[in-house]
Nanobody
Framework: QVQLVESGGEFVQPGDSLRLSCAASGGTFSRLSMGWFRQEPGKEREFVAALTWSFGSTIYADSVKGRFTISRDNAKATLYLQMNSLKPEDTAIYYC???????????????WGQGTQVTVSS
């Protein structure tokens, strides 16, 4: 059983940077495939980025490529999402997700956090 807790969401202005964190517990973090998703009110959950255990392979949604960076610190059992050049369109609740398969590349993750709110507005 894996528990995920997101943090770092804030109210920021367009162009600002923000780093989200996801602390994991209850499993072998280094063996988990991890991902970030986001959801705006009235819209479906959207894939943002993913990082697999195998070779640290990364995948990004077209809307965030070049601006967001997903990374993990196995020693701290923590997943990060560095967000730069934030836009109002990035406003959403961001969720951390995990899958037990080291090389999982799908979107049906097994474990989910409760989310952290990111608001980008002037």
């Amino acid at each position: 059983q894996v528990q995920l807790v997101e943090s770092g969401g804030e109210f920021v202005q367009p162009g600002d940077s923000l780093r989200l964190s996801c602390a994991a517990s209850g499993g072998t973090f280094s063996r988990l495939s991890m991902g970030w998703f986001r959801q705006e009110p009235g819209k479906e959950r959207e894939f943002v980025a993913a990082l697999t255990w195998s070779f640290g392979s990364t995948i990004y949604a077209d809307s965030v490529k070049g601006r967001f960076t997903i990374s993990r610190d196995n020693a701290k059992a923590t997943l990060y999402l560095q967000m730069n050049s934030l836009k109002p369109e990035d406003t959403a609740i961001y969720y951390c997700a995990a899958h037990p398969s080291p090389n999982y590349r799908g979107i049906n993750y097994t474990y989910w956090g409760q989310g952290t709110q990111v608001t980008v507005s002037s």
